[in-house]
């Protein structure tokens, strides 16, 4: 979006977006960095939600909270009952020496891949760390010695 | 901005304040779409599983699919793509596990044989919570406007924001219509391919035709057609309606209600018994799909 102050052919500067979320109502401000002119784009509350749809950002608004993370534009549109673990400040669990040297017995192309998927099920199911036990139960869970 | 404050959550709101305003809309879907590029530089293969109708069995196929894969030591990823009937969770045994928010982005859900799983169902509560999408000003009867946006969105930030990691086959489970398809593309100019699924219905084989047709004019590379729910006794259209399309016929999987019974509870049937012929002739499918992609 961009303006044009007509007496001083200059493109105008963004200001603020200030949006009422309640009434659905986004005003976004300009102005004219030549002789100050101020103008205000009002947009009504459903051309507010498409522009929210676009999952963009408005001058340091986000309507949609897209910088705010991983699915951040789901998380804010979703309405009611929705959940998420918000896991990003705790560590990954740390690999004990057994589980390292059962690791180190497979196949050096796809340990990377064994390590992250048995961190994913430690994580998730609340373990601190890895340890043949637990590499045990990921396999029983994940059904990795079926077929 | 003081030394103490560096690290803080002042410091972050203090840089976002010193950047300039942004109001470049075009240049922000731009961005989001270089951001799908990025995430899937790990992915070796994404395939769409498609058909244009609903019912004709797309998502066990998928999960059916996903495991016969994984258990091929292939990194498989499911990306449930019906935002408002997500099933992929619970057929791979995913069900329960809450999306997880890690630095790296989403972590996708573990399901069998460790195939990753993102969906829709990993935000909702229970089983009777619907998705619903909030409204500026209360503006709910309108939402037909605006709801094909947003959910697009939704499906952009499936691809972007999930932590895939190093993938060999990332299976899409399209929902039933031709739209989110074309959606799709968009998002990924260079989609592996999409897999076509018909069942032997004249109805189901109209709409596929349809849906083909509408592939191929977006410019989809179809990989090929399966005959899901095949009767051993019949030839079925199958072949026939390959044919006619000019795409590979990729084979039959017959109608087999225990396999759907056994993907019901979260372990898909090619995992409990790999022997029953749905499970044989999609163990086949996967080889096939090998192949193609190799």
């Given at each position: 979006?961009?303006?044009?102050?007509?007496?001083?052919?200059?493109?105008?500067?963004?200001?603020?977006?200030?949006?009422?979320?309640?009434?659905?109502?986004?005003?976004?401000?300009?102005?004219?960095?030549?002789?100050?002119?101020?103008?205000?784009?009002?947009?009504?509350?459903?051309?507010?939600?498409?522009?929210s749809?676009?999952?963009?950002?408005?001058?340091?608004?986000s309507l949609s909270e897209s910088?705010g993370?991983?699915?951040a534009q789901i998380r804010r549109s979703l309405?009611?009952?929705?959940?998420?673990?918000?896991?990003?400040?705790?560590?990954?669990?740390?690999?004990?020496?057994?589980?390292?040297?059962?690791?180190?017995?497979?196949?050096?192309?796809?340990?990377?891949?064994?390590?992250?998927?048995?961190?994913?099920?430690?994580?998730?199911?609340?373990?601190?760390?890895?340890?043949?036990?637990?590499?045990?139960?990921?396999?029983?869970?994940?059904?990795?010695?079926?077929? | 901005?003081?030394?103490?404050?560096?690290?803080?959550?002042?410091?972050?709101?203090?840089?976002?304040?010193?950047?300039?305003?942004?109001?470049?809309?075009?240049?922000?879907?731009?961005?989001?779409?270089?951001?799908?590029?990025?995430?899937?530089?790990?992915?070796?293969?994404?395939?769409?599983?498609?058909?244009?109708?609903?019912?004709?069995?797309?998502?066990?196929?998928?999960?059916?699919?996903?495991?016969?894969?994984?258990?091929?030591?292939?990194?498989?990823?499911?990306?449930?793509?019906?935002?408002?009937?997500?099933?992929?969770?619970?057929?791979?045994?995913?069900?329960?596990?809450?999306?997880?928010?890690?630095?790296?982005?989403?972590?996708?859900?573990?399901?069998?044989?460790?195939?990753?799983?993102?969906?829709?169902?990993?935000?909702?509560?229970?089983?009777?919570?619907?998705?619903?999408?909030r409204?500026?000003?209360?503006?709910?009867?309108?939402?037909?406007?605006?709801?094909?946006?947003?959910?697009?969105?939704?499906?952009?930030?499936?691809?972007?924001?999930?932590?895939?990691?190093?993938?060999?086959?990332?299976?899409?489970?399209?929902?039933?219509?031709?739209?989110?398809?074309?959606?799709?593309?968009?998002?990924?100019?260079?989609?592996?391919?999409?897999?076509?699924?018909?069942?032997?219905?004249?109805?189901?084989?109209?709409?596929?035709?349809?849906?083909?047709?509408?592939?191929?004019?977006?410019?989809?590379?179809?990989?090929?057609?399966?005959?899901?729910?095949?009767?051993?006794?019949?030839?079925?259209?199958?072949?026939?309606?390959?044919?006619?399309?000019?795409?590979?016929?990729?084979?039959?999987?017959?109608?087999?209600?225990?396999?759907?019974?056994?993907?019901?509870?979260?372990?898909?049937?090619?995992?409990?018994?790999?022997?029953?012929?749905?499970?044989?002739?999609?163990?086949?499918?996967?080889?096939?799909?090998?192949?193609?992609?190799?």
């Amino acid at each position: 979006m961009k303006f044009r102050c007509e007496e001083c052919q200059t493109t105008m500067e963004f200001v603020s977006n200030d949006t009422d979320r309640a009434s659905g109502v986004m005003a976004i401000q300009y102005s004219c960095p030549e002789c100050g002119h101020r103008i205000s784009m009002v947009t009504n509350p459903g051309e507010t939600q498409m522009v929210s749809s676009l999952g963009v950002t408005i001058g340091h608004e986000s309507l949609s909270e897209s910088a705010g993370g991983p699915m951040a534009q789901i998380r804010r549109s979703l309405d009611g009952d929705a959940a998420w673990t918000d896991d990003r400040g705790s560590p990954d669990p740390v690999w004990s020496e057994a589980a390292e040297k059962r690791l180190a017995a497979a196949p050096g192309f796809v340990q990377g891949m064994v390590r992250r998927l048995y961190t994913d099920w430690a994580k998730r199911n609340g373990y601190a760390e890895v340890s043949p036990a637990v590499m045990s139960k990921a396999r029983d869970d994940l059904g990795m010695s079926e077929m | 901005m003081t030394e103490e404050m560096e690290g803080t959550p002042a410091a972050g709101r203090i840089r976002e304040l010193d950047r300039p305003p942004v109001v470049d809309v075009l240049g922000q879907v731009v961005a989001q779409r270089a951001a799908v590029a990025r995430r899937l530089a790990s992915v070796r293969r994404v395939v769409a599983i498609a058909s244009g109708k609903g019912g004709v069995g797309k998502s066990l196929l998928t999960a059916n699919l996903a495991a016969a894969l994984a258990s091929n030591a292939g990194q498989v990823g499911v990306l449930d793509a019906d935002i408002h009937g997500p099933s992929a969770a619970l057929m791979l045994g995913a069900r329960g596990q809450q999306l997880m928010l890690g630095p790296e982005g989403a972590r996708p859900a573990l399901g069998v044989s460790g195939v990753r799983v993102i969906s829709m169902d990993l935000f909702l509560e229970g089983d009777d919570t619907a998705v619903r999408w909030r409204n500026y000003g209360g503006l709910a009867e309108d939402s037909f406007v605006w709801r094909g946006t947003l959910e697009a969105n939704v499906l952009r930030e499936f691809l972007a924001d999930t932590d895939w990691g190093v993938l060999d086959y990332l299976l899409i489970d399209m929902p039933p219509g031709a739209d989110r398809f074309e959606t799709l593309l968009r998002l990924l100019p260079d989609l592996g391919g999409a897999l076509l699924i018909t069942t032997p219905s004249a109805a189901s084989v109209l709409v596929v035709r349809r849906a083909a047709a509408a592939a191929q004019q977006a410019g989809a590379r179809i990989l090929g057609l399966v005959e899901n729910m095949a009767q051993a006794a019949d030839p079925g259209p199958g072949k026939g309606l390959a044919d006619d399309l000019g795409i590979p016929f990729l084979g039959r999987v017959p109608f087999d209600p225990e396999l759907g019974r056994s993907t019901d509870t979260g372990r898909p049937g090619v995992l409990i018994d790999p022997e029953r012929p749905g499970a044989r002739a999609i163990l086949e499918l996967a080889g096939r799909l090998e192949g193609i992609l190799a």
